[in-house]
């Protein structure tokens, strides 16, 4: 199927790093998306929207493969570039949040989807995404800058 194959090439990388920055390790997130898109090849013109399918389903096989491990702290930090040390706080802090609140972050702010969109891919609704990137933001503050005041 070409139309796979030219959106693995065009979507395929974001969708890795931001599966990653989910579930914190590089496994899960790997066999995440190559069970994504298998699935999806399977299902052929089936999809109506093979983008958003191979989106949510990749996350939702991240999050189930996920919840049998945490993420490492060596997994998230080991890196052949230099990073600088925001990213890394930012890194090390994404773990700490639920995983609807982190989904709704990466999704919304990584890869650049509108509520409804995040919503879509998560099977849940525009206004939870939003109470969930609320919850999010503000426990990121909290974890980043010590701001435990609100």
């Given at each position: 199927?070409?139309g796979?194959?030219?959106?693995?090439?065009?979507?395929?990388?974001?969708?890795?790093?931001?599966?990653?920055?989910?579930?914190?390790?590089?496994?899960?997130?790997?066999?995440?998306?190559?069970?994504?898109?298998?699935?999806?090849?399977?299902?052929?013109?089936?999809?109506?929207?093979?983008?958003?399918?191979?989106?949510?389903?990749?996350?939702?096989?991240?999050?189930?493969?996920?919840?049998?491990?945490?993420?490492?702290?060596?997994?998230?930090?080991?890196?052949?570039?230099?990073?600088?040390?925001?990213?890394?706080?930012?890194?090390l802090?994404?773990?700490?949040?639920?995983?609807?609140?982190?989904?709704?972050?990466?999704?919304?702010?990584?890869?650049?989807?509108?509520?409804?969109?995040v919503?879509?891919?998560?099977?849940s609704?525009?206004?939870?995404?939003?109470?969930?990137?609320?919850?999010?933001?503000?426990?990121?503050?909290?974890?980043?800058?010590?701001?435990?005041?609100?």
């Amino acid at each position: 199927m070409a139309g796979l194959e030219d959106m693995y090439e065009e979507h395929g990388g974001k969708l890795w790093r931001a599966l990653f920055l989910y579930a914190g390790d590089r496994e899960i997130t790997s066999e995440a998306l190559a069970e994504a898109f298998a699935q999806a090849l399977r299902r052929g013109d089936e999809l109506r929207s093979p983008e958003r399918w191979v989106w949510r389903s990749a996350f939702r096989i991240a999050g189930g493969r996920a919840l049998e491990t945490t993420a490492r702290e060596d997994e998230i930090l080991d890196t052949r570039y230099e990073v600088p040390e925001e990213t890394t706080q930012l890194l090390l802090a994404l773990p700490q949040l639920t995983r609807k609140q982190r989904v709704a972050l990466v999704l919304h702010y990584f890869c650049d989807y509108s509520l409804r969109e995040v919503a879509e891919i998560t099977g849940s609704t525009p206004s939870a995404v939003g109470v969930h990137l609320h919850r999010g933001r503000k426990r990121l503050r909290e974890l980043l800058l010590g701001d435990d005041d609100g």
